[in-house]
């Protein structure tokens, strides 16, 4: 009866996980001031992907790609409250701020494989180190 118990569970866990449709790619970095660890990410295309960013440094930063092959539910991949984009001329497709101190998740799904920029919309901070690349794999 024991050993039947054990078994259960995980078998139980794969069918739940089988129904929320494939597990999300957890990606992960920090934002410092000025520059995110690490600056490359890799994830496969035609999954979804988590992403969460922690903003360990002094000032606001964000998560920012301005153009890739995507799809999103809803408004999952502009995440930003208390981010004051007023003074922005870009319109990123994927956006995501994290104010100091404080962490941020996104969730998309990239659908072409290739290799993007993301980078910081504050003004200077792409300048000044915060930027790196997404490598989107072929499945
Ligand atoms: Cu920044």
Redesign the pocket.
């Known amino acids: 009866m024991r050993i039947l118990k054990f078994g259960a569970l995980p078998a139980l866990a794969l069918i739940l996980g089988a129904c929320a449709g494939p597990a999300p790619q957890e990606v992960s970095l920090t934002?410092v001031?000025?520059a995110f660890h690490p600056d490359a990410l890799e994830v496969t295309a035609g999954r979804p992907v988590r992403l969460t960013m922690v903003n360990e440094?002094a000032?606001?930063?964000?998560f920012s790609i301005l153009e890739m092959p995507m799809e999103t539910t809803g408004a999952t991949a502009v995440a930003m409250p208390g981010h004051d984009m007023g003074a922005m001329t870009l319109d990123p497709q994927l956006h995501m701020a994290a104010t100091t101190g404080m962490s941020n998740t996104i969730e998309f799904t990239p659908t072409k494989p290739g290799t993007y920029e993301f980078f910081?919309t504050?003004p200077g901070?792409k300048e000044a180190g915060?930027l790196g690349t997404l490598v989107v794999k072929a499945p």
């Open positions: 934002a001031d000025m440094g000032l606001d930063h964000d910081c504050v901070h915060m």
